[in-house]
Nanobody
Framework: EEELVQSGGGSVQAGGSLRLSCQAS????????MAWFRQAPEKTREAVAR???????IYADAVKGRFTISKDNAENTLYLEMDKLKPEDTAMYYC?????????????????WGQGTQVTVSS
């Protein structure tokens, strides 16, 4: 069965760091583009970072310079390293894989989604 299983996250004070993981199973994750999204209460889901199958990455302006997306193809695992966290980074974070519509850098629809993991940053 193809699925994405997330781990990591939690609570941290502003300025701290967290790492999210997203384990892909049932298919070769390295062949697909992947991404991290987040959704804060009463806000729409937004893309945080994307990574192409080639390893090329792009970031939302709000996290550029603080977050790093990476992928271990041998382990089929996607990571999001989050540094210098701010209270406004508080949200539920989701990983996604295999772009169905659009290009990897602006994918409109992903086939697979993780279950979500909460990140809470206190001031």
């Amino acid at each position: 069965e193809e699925e994405l299983v997330q781990s990591g996250g939690g609570s941290v004070q502003a300025g701290g760091s967290l790492r999210l993981s997203c384990q892909a199973s049932g298919y070769i994750g390295g062949a697909y583009s992947m991404a991290w999204f987040r959704q804060a209460p009463e806000k729409t889901r937004e893309a945080v970072a994307r990574i192409a199958s080639t390893g090329t990455t792009i970031y939302a302006d709000a996290v550029k310079g603080r977050f790093t997306i990476s992928k271990d193809n041998a382990e089929n695992t996607l990571y999001l390293e989050m540094d210098k966290l701010k209270p406004e980074d508080t949200a539920m974070y989701y990983c996604a894989a295999n772009c169905l519509r659009g290009v990897w850098s602006d994918c409109l629809q992903y086939i697979y989604w993780g279950q979500g993991t909460q990140v809470t940053v206190s001031s």
